[in-house]
């Protein structure tokens, strides 16, 4: 059975919204706390989160999870920064998921769905994917593409890696989770028109 390492980056500066968007509590809950427990309950091995940008307090958001970190002192550069850090930690796993620390609302259907198709074969790199739109979270065979994901550069993160692999690329059905994120006010708006309960942490 292949090794698996979750990596959840957690790093960025949330520019947009004006404050740590991993903070805000859905529901009650951490953004952050939220989407690690997700992952905790879909079974998906060691979990590593990349923190950067209000390293203790995003940390301490997660207190008491059986979860690595690691920290990103260069997170202004971007996702891929991010993505490098976890590089000591994922060198020598089989797979590794990658997702993003606010995305709360992945199902963990969807996760189940990208597992399998890796395990169906025929692809080293499975992408959700939700009415045209590429989500998360992307598993990467790293015994085929190692040196591919340690040469990402700049915000796009795996972006790049994704579009150059072509045929080693399977797509499947993501959901809205797999694209859902709090980047802006319109985003917390949209998720409050959902029902959500949203208050800044």
Do not use: W
Not at 91 to 106: M, N, S, Y
Not at 168 to 176: M, P
């Amino acid at each position: 059975m292949e090794r698996i390492i979750t990596v959840i980056l957690a790093a960025g500066a949330s520019k947009r919204l004006g404050f740590n968007k991993l903070c805000i509590r859905v529901n009650g809950e951490a953004v952050v706390r939220r989407t690690v427990r997700l992952f905790m309950e879909a079974g998906t091995g060691q979990i590593v989160v990349v923190t950067g940008f209000e390293r203790e307090r995003v940390e301490g958001e997660l207190n008491g999870l059986p979860v690595t970190f690691v920290h990103n002192e260069h997170h202004e550069q971007g996702m891929s920064a991010s993505v490098k850090a976890a590089l000591p930690v994922i060198l020598h796993t089989d797979l590794v998921l990658f997702h993003l620390g606010d995305k709360p609302f992945i199902e963990p259907a969807t996760i189940g769905r990208v597992m399998r198709a890796f395990e169906a074969g025929g692809s080293s790199i499975v992408v959700p994917v939700h009415e045209g739109v590429k989500g998360h979270p992307v598993l990467v065979d790293m015994r085929r593409h190692l040196h591919a994901v340690a040469a990402v550069t700049g915000e796009g993160g795996l972006r790049d890696m994704i579009a150059a692999a072509g045929a080693h690329v399977r797509f499947v059905e993501g959901g809205e989770g797999s694209l859902l994120d709090l980047d802006t006010s319109e985003d917390i708006a949209y998720l409050e028109g959902r029902g959500y309960t949203i208050e800044k942490g």
